[in-house]
Every structure is written in structure tokens, then in C-alpha cells.
């Protein structure tokens, strides 16, 4: 028998017309010893054959070293409805398992190291590979979409300075004060193309010197 249970039993009085000789308490009471050793569970921790029923808002709590109680986890009955929460204010939550990572409903959660790869939409973070944007035509095409509008979207530099964007609406700003430009393309000279005109080539100083500007805009 556990000592709980025979705490218990030196605990029951000897029946009337017995001595504490001739009367084995342990051998008269083994059938209760063994009821409470099997159908309760000890303060020292034993394994429950069958499930903990909680009642409205009851859950298990633990204490810190402090001795400051906190929630394991409480069920939830409120007006929205019934729920398991899992933890309290304090201490930290850790959640570990033998898998890559923990599911809900059969779906894997998502960890925080699993977007170290990602750009996040608020920005604070560097590229440093190629970026690849691909698709079918200007509707359905992979493309980046600057608003166009005063203060609309804008690539800058490392500080304030647009490189590409719409500082005023309406006018698309390609490059900056602060640094040079230089233009390429594999033709010989650029095109420009206004609203409903066709494209023109554009005139370069090189053409101005051997006075070829014939079809050229100027």
C-alpha cells in the first residue's frame, strides 16, 4: 500500500471491545487500503486510467519559483462560445514537438525562421539576389505597380533620393541629381514613343557631330 493510504488507515479508530494488540488494522482494513490505491489518485502522482473532466472556465495551473500561480491552459465558455486556451500572461510558452514543426488541424504552422527568405511588405530588409518577374502581356505579366501620384511609389537609394518612381503625378522621375545616369539598350540610339505618335529614335551628341538627324527627335 502507498503511505497515503496508510496514513489513512492508522487514521481509522479501533472498533469497540479491541486492544491496539490483539487487533491487526492493516490486515481489517487491506480491502479499503487497496480501494484507495486503485480508485484515487495520490498527491505523490499516479497514472489515470480514464479522462479529467473540466467544468466551465476551470483549467490546471502551475506556480513559479516565486510562488506565483500561472494558467496551463483553462477551458473557455464565454458568450462567443467554447474554446481551449493554452498559457497565461506568464511565464513564456514553449511549444515542442518531435516534428519540423507544429500543425493546426492537420495544417503546419508557419515559423518565424521560415520568412528569413521573404521581403517583408513594410520593407527593412536588403535583397541580395536577382529578383525575376515573368508573365504573359502588360495585364497579366509579373510587374512591380507604382501608384501614380505626388509621393506615389518610389525606388530610392540607400537615403531619400528617387532613382524611379512618381515624385509629382503624372511625371515618371528616372534617375537623380545626385548621381550620374547612363542609359543602354542594344539599338543604336533610344526610342521615345508619346501619347499615340510612333516611336522615335532619340538623338544622341555623337549623331549632332556627323550631322546624322534625319528621322530623329530632337
Not at 487487533?23 to 486510467?49: F, H, P, R
Not at 513559479?64 to 477551458?75: H, I, M, Y
Not at 506615389?152 to 524611379?164: M, V
Not at 545626385?178 to 532619340?202: D, Q
Amino acid at each position: 500500500m502507498s503511505e497515503q493510504t496508510n496514513k489513512i488507515i492508522n487514521q481509522i479508530a479501533i472498533p469497540n471491545g479491541s486492544s491496539a494488540e490483539n487487533y491487526d488494522i492493516a490486515a481489517k482494513y487491506d480491502g479499503v487500503g487497496e480501494q484507495i490505491d486503485t480508485k484515487y489518485l495520490s498527491l505523490s502522482g499516479g497514472t489515470m486510467s480514464g479522462n479529467i473532466s473540466l467544468g466551465k472556465s476551470y483549467g490546471l495551473e502551475g506556480t513559479t519559483n516565486s510562488g506565483t500561480s500561472f494558467e496551463v491552459f483553462r477551458v473557455i465558455n464565454d458568450s462567443t462560445g467554447s474554446s481551449l486556451q493554452v498559457g497565461g500572461s506568464h511565464p513564456q510558452l514553449e511549444l515542442k514537438g518531435s516534428g519540423a514543426r507544429p500543425n493546426y488541424n492537420g495544417d503546419g504552422i508557419a515559423l518565424i525562421e521560415d520568412f528569413d527568405d521573404y521581403l517583408p511588405l513594410a520593407g527593412s530588409k536588403t535583397i541580395t539576389g536577382p529578383v525575376t518577374f515573368s508573365g504573359g502581356d502588360g495585364v497579366t505579366a509579373g510587374k512591380i505597380i507604382l501608384p501614380n501620384k505626388t509621393g506615389g511609389g518610389q525606388i530610392t537609394d540607400g537615403g531619400t533620393s528617387t532613382l524611379f518612381g512618381f515624385v509629382t503625378e503624372n511625371i515618371l522621375t528616372v534617375g537623380h541629381t545626385t548621381s550620374s545616369l547612363a542609359l543602354r539598350g542594344a539599338g543604336a540610339n533610344p526610342t521615345y514613343t508619346g501619347n499615340g505618335k510612333a516611336a522615335k529614335a532619340i538623338v544622341l551628341a555623337g549623331d549632332l557631330a556627323n550631322g546624322a538627324t534625319s528621322g530623329l527627335v530632337y
